[in-house]
């Protein structure tokens, strides 16, 4: 096993060293001028306060030399700073994380286990009209603009019906419960304040939701196509002759061998986990880094853009390779190895 | 002889059974649609796309099937329009996918070594990154704009057929017909053109077919973030974009939406059907 994961561990280096070049590249790119967002168009033919922009931005000297310095930075954990904000890019991705995260945590646990849920009964019930109405469902996630479903829901459920609260992380004019972790559900009950922290996971309802739903569908699909597969072993014809409960077979049975397989669908399909976030948080205004990168590439913040993708690529790079750890500790057959 | 014809026969019954099948009936007949719609919807629309039609904002009637919106355009002519924008650039961009990753996918794995290994570590890193981060990076870059929204999402597309490309040549290179034509002496770009390619393209193509689905989306997506198409066209994310902004006349931003979803679940039956018709192993 150990020898597994450290191959694995070897290629992070050249996987993010690769990652940074792509995000770095893919913003000096920029086709129009990032110096019109920095000093107002009409300062553009100021020369002074031009070259001093270019000087304050690290805009000055080749495109070699302001990767060494980009690279220099990065290893002092300096990713430069935001042209929109004013604010170092790490602090700002710092302080926007635990948005995401909470949110991201939420839709993990309602796609995930809706997920597994809805695969599961969809392949005991095969070709049964309960097979059917999930499998609608679990596509229907996954065809779905997610931008899209959440105003179309948040105008039901919140200015039709009023059963969740509108869109944000807190109600308005309430302030922020002291932070502690971020999270504003955790730091509310940290401060003892019962109240918020049911109105911050009421806000939190539906986003999850969103979110979930889309990452829903993958997972049934393939958690369906994985008990599948092993429905028709002979292990399974063992259990039911036995008389086992049907329930009893799918859960101890079927569902623990199909689990391996599951793992590895849960920890790749992050990456459209965050992909979706980059949506659900512009539609309900969460300031999380999804909506700090849609800020960021229509201001052409280029410190941000680099920023952001650089973070995505990480933390999907980071996702499957504690997938691949985990595979590997549930498997034998790699743990032994 | 007789192997072709039954081939032929069992390939047949295929295709008719496949039709029967209410999904796949479903998603035929919505592409067909929208095809209808793409080529002539300028010869029977009852409003033009870009001017306006009625009084701002009505909710549906009779004489406008979806409303208007915030400029009084009718809402329903703007979602057929918008086919016109959303389908060729899909379509394009999963043709230019396929095309960029069968050429370097298929190089890879037939000719193997340092090609295919520089190959394959660029489409790793391509794939390294969320789709809609690098799509949104690039885009962002290039400048909005459908037209650098399709390169984007090309750049973001082709690994995935490369990858595809690369195991399904690898597969039939070790195959025994391979053998047979490298021991006649045929030159090897006759094997690749003649004998691999020709065998190589169902699973490209069962993806193909459920991927248009999602770069329709991802189409709408960028312009919904304001990185496509930009406003008076009647795109269908830029209009869902409008949409939101008038939150309470419901009609302009789901008319759209419901067009986007339509194509998706369309394409995916399709694909579904034609995995199983041509029995393709899902990867």
């Known amino acids: ?337 | 002889m007789t192997a072709s014809t039954a081939g032929a026969r069992r390939r047949r019954a295929a295709r008719r059974s496949l039709l029967r099948r209410p999904t796949v009936a479903f998603g035929a007949a919505v592409a067909l649609f929208w095809l209808i719609v793409v080529i002539s919807v300028g010869w029977w629309a009852r409003y033009e796309p870009l001017s306006k039609a009625g009084a701002r904002l009505t909710s549906p009637s009779h004489a406008h099937w979806m409303g208007t919106d915030a400029l009084g355009r009718d809402v329903f002519t703007r979602v057929l329009y918008g086919a016109r924008q959303s389908l060729p650039v899909s379509v394009a961009v999963i043709f230019f996918a396929v095309m960029i990753g069968t050429v370097l996918g298929s190089a890879a794995g037939f000719l193997g070594g340092f090609i295919d290994s520089v190959i394959m570590r660029l489409v790793d890193l391509t794939l390294a990154f969320p789709a809609i981060f690098l799509a949104m990076a690039i885009a962002a870059a290039l400048g909005p704009g459908l037209r650098n929204a399709f390169l984007a999402m090309v750049i973001v597309w082709w690994p995935i057929y490369a990858r595809l490309m690369r195991a399904q040549v690898l597969s039939i290179k070790g195959r025994e017909h391979i053998e047979a034509a490298v021991s006649i002496g045929a030159t090897r770009g006759r094997i690749l053109r003649r004998h691999i390619l020709p065998l190589s393209f169902t699973p490209a193509l069962v993806n193909a077919t459920m991927d248009l689905g999602q770069v329709v989306i991802l189409t709408a997506t960028l312009s919904f973030l304001g990185l496509g198409a930009k406003p008076p066209s009647p795109e269908w994310g830029a209009m869902i974009t409008e949409g939101a902004r008038f939150f309470y006349q419901w009609w302009v931003a789901v008319a759209p939406g419901l067009a986007i979803l339509t194509v998706g679940l369309a394409f995916n039956f399709l694909g579904d059907g034609l995995r199983d018709a041509l029995d393709v192993k899902a990867n």
């Open chain 1, 1 to 337: 096993m150990s020898r597994f994961v450290l191959r694995r561990l070897m290629i992070v280096p050249f996987l993010l060293l690769g990652i940074v070049t792509i995000s770095f590249g893919i913003s000096r790119f920029i086709s129009s001028d990032p110096l019109a967002n920095i000093v107002g168009e009409r300062q553009l033919n100021n020369p002074e306060v031009v070259n001093a922009a270019k000087k304050k931005w690290g805009l000055d000297g080749g495109l070699a030399k302001q990767y060494t310095t980009y690279m220099g930075n990065l290893f002092h954990g300096d990713l430069g700073t935001s042209f929109r904000t004013r604010q170092p890019v790490t602090k700002d991705l710092g302080d926007r994380l635990p948005a995401t995260f909470e949110l991201a945590l939420g839709a993990l646990i309602i796609g995930g286990g809706g997920g597994v849920a809805l695969g599961a009964l969809a392949a005991s019930r095969k070709d049964k009209p309960t097979d059917h109405a999930a499998r609608l469902f679990s596509l229907l996630g996954s065809s779905l603009p997610v931008f899209w479903i959440g105003l179309v829901l948040l105008f039901i459920l919140y200015a039709r019906l009023g059963w969740v609260p509108g869109p944000g992380r807190l109600p308005p004019r309430v302030a922020a419960p002291p932070d502690h972790t971020g999270f504003y559900t955790v730091d509310a009950l940290w401060a003892g304040d019962v109240k918020l922290f049911l109105s911050c996971l009421a806000r939190l309802a539906l986003p999850c939701f969103v979110l979930g739903w889309a990452y829903m569908g993958t997972i049934s699909r393939l958690v369906r196509a994985a008990m599948l597969d092993e429905l028709h072993a002979d292990y399974v014809r063992t259990a039911r002759a036995k008389g086992l409960r049907e329930f009893r077979v799918l859960r101890s049975h079927v569902l623990r061998n199909a689990w391996l397989p599951t793992l590895t669908i849960l920890g790749y399909s992050v990456g459209q986990l965050l992909t979706a976030s980059v949506l659900t948080e512009t539609i309900f205004q969460w300031n999380g880094i999804g909506s700090y990168a849609v800020q960021a590439s229509n201001t052409l913040d280029y410190p941000a853009i680099s920023g952001v993708s650089l973070f995505g690529g990480a933390a999907f790079l980071l996702a499957n390779l504690i997938t691949d750890v985990l595979y590997a500790v549930a498997d034998p057959k790699i743990r032994l190895a």
